[in-house]
């Protein structure tokens, strides 16, 4: 050993750390940036959950895929989907081995935080037509005010009739906003510890203000805004009973950066994974394992309910695929279950350096560094967790490398400060092994999430290795 070796030494022994845009290929730093583009088009046409399964069905029949309704007998090579309820989509590439012995997943969500509409939202305060609220998911409310929002949603009528309604994406629609107190006026609020600082009752819309033209009636406000919605959609104040309607940030997708590295956008947790998986299964042909893409909904309110990942209307889905490939022992969905392997894909939070104390720098995710790896997710004392075995993280990491795809390991901030699940257990409680494998984020859960055109990249690359 001489004392020039070192090195040599540490580039064979230490942890690759280097920044993934250093030594690309013209190549690969082509495919990188055109695959954003496409991402970003993606993200600017599917907001909600269900424009997400709206629009990865039309990718998925283009491409070939077909309902699974609509197939009595699957054979190897077989692509197929199945829809629940218009939120959750599940697509599959049948195998050449008997599905019994396994699948192959990757399994990504489509519901982001953002602001619902309540059942009985609308209302008139001093001539101003207002819209209540119940946030969804994990949000700091203060970062919800003062900022265009767009209206997102449907209404069904008893009749059955459903009414779609998107206003505030078009360069000529009027959006909407929550307003925040003026800081001149602030001085009480402003004493409030941060997290009350705006409160879930103190969301509501600012939707309007002219007042119906009458001298007899009085919330003349609210009334005119009703007219303007029965004219336009035909619905009535009690019609708000049956909808479902999301405010989001009215805002584009964005390059970010000087250099054009990153991308900033609204609900890229996890609607990044929903664009990556999807975009693989669309490349998958012939695998010896079948290959499952599943786009679910609710969890980021916990997996319940019914297009939640509990819900055994996915394992109904393997069921049929299982029988339709003539797999038809009672047996067959356990054993098929316990033999696959799963990927929760979902993001990560990536370093932030103006709030640096809150994450581990050894252990916590990077932009420009890949993929996310998270052995176990859970917190203080890994409570919740689903801790994938080192066997599982083993054959994931050859996949990987084999494929090109950069990786990182990481868990999601210090120790006891905090963290967060995924449907990663609700997979593993299935009897599969599975880890999460996403992609980092700045700034998670606030209307403007950032990610990098890199890793984006390199979880396409890795899911597209995985499924085949
Ligand atoms: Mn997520
Ligand atoms: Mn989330």
Known sequence: MSKNDGKELKEKLFADNSNGWEN???????????????????????????????????ILLKNGFVDVSEIETLKPGDKVFYVNRGRCIYSAVIGTDSLENGFNIVAAHCDSPRIDLKQKPLYEDNNLGMLKTHYYGGIKKYQWTNIPLSMHGTVVKPNGEKINICIGEKDDDPVFTISDLLPHLAQEQMERKLKDGVQGEELNVLVGSIPYDSDEVSEKVKLNILKLLNEKYGIKEIDFMSSEIELVPAFKAKSMGFDYSMISAYGQDDKVCCYTALRAILEVN?????????????????????????????????????????????????????????????????????????????????????????????????SGASEAPAEFVAELRKIFDEAGARYQACELGRVDKGGGGTIALTLANRGMDVVDVGVPVMGMHSPYEITSKFDVYQAYKGYKAFLQ
Do not use: H
């Open 24 to 58: 690309l290929s013209d190549e690969e730093l082509k495919n990188i940036f055109q695959f954003a583009d496409e991402y970003m088009y993606y993200l600017n046409t599917s907001k909600t959950e269900k424009e997400i399964v709206q629009n990865s069905k039309e």
């Open 286 to 382: 012939q695998p010896k394992t079948t290959a499952l893409c599943v786009i679910t909904d609710k969890e980021e309110v916990g997996f319940n309910g019914v297009t939640g990942m509990y819900a055994r209307i996915f394992d109904t889905f393997a069921l049929e695929l299982l029988e339709k490939t003539g797999c038809t022992k009672a047996s067959s969905l356990d054993k098929a279950f316990s033999n696959t392997k799963a990927l929760s894909a979902d993001v990560d939070a990536a370093y932030n350096p103006n709030f640096a104390f809150a994450f581990e720098k050894n252990n916590t995710a990077y932009l420009n560094k890949g993929m996310t790896v998270v052995k176990y997710t859970g917190t203080r004392g890994k």
